[in-house]
C-alpha cells in the first residue's frame, strides 16, 4: 500500500507565506501525477495544483495561479506546495493526493478531478487570518 503524508500547515495572516510537503511511502511507487486539492468547512474538495512526474508539466486552479506553485522530488517521492500572498479565503484542510503510474496515462485535463487520484494524504490545516 502507499502513504500519503503531509506536513507543513500552520497559522499565518493575509499576505503571508507557507509551504507544505507531501511524501508518498510504502511500495515501490512511481506516481503518474500528484496534486493538491483542498476543503473548507461546507464545502465541497476543489482542485488546488497538480504536476506530472515525468516532465514536470503543472496546472492550476485559477484561484491560485500566480501565488501558489507546485513542485516535485522525484527521488524522494514528495511533492510540494509553496503558497505566497495567502488570502483569509485559502484557508482549508490542504490534501495531496497521488495517481499511480500503473494505471497508465490519461488526458491532463481530468488531474483536476478528486476521482482520478488513487491515493490520499489525511490533510493539513491551513488557517490565513485576515
Known amino acids: 500500500q502507499v502513504q500519503l503524508v503531509e506536513s507543513g500547515g500552520g497559522l499565518v495572516q493575509a499576505g503571508g507565506s507557507l509551504s507544505l510537503s507531501c511524501a508518498a511511502s510504502?511500495?515501490?511507487?512511481?506516481?503518474?501525477?500528484m496534486g493538491w486539492f483542498r476543503q473548507a468547512p461546507g464545502k465541497e474538495r476543489e482542485f488546488v495544483a497538480a504536476i506530472r512526474w515525468s516532465g514536470g508539466s503543472t496546472y492550476y486552479a485559477d484561484s491560485v495561479r500566480g501565488r501558489f506553485t507546485i513542485s516535485r522530488d522525484n527521488a524522494k517521492n514528495t511533492v510540494y506546495l509553496r503558497m505566497n500572498s495567502l488570502k483569509p479565503e485559502d484557508t482549508a484542510v490542504y490534501y495531496c493526493a497521488a495517481r499511480d503510474s500503473l494505471r497508465g496515462s490519461l488526458w491532463v485535463g481530468v488531474l483536476s478531478s478528486p476521482s482520478t487520484y488513487d491515493y490520499w494524504g489525511q490533510g493539513t490545516q491551513v488557517t490565513v487570518s485576515s
Open positions: 510504502g511500495r515501490t511507487f512511481s506516481p503518474f501525477a
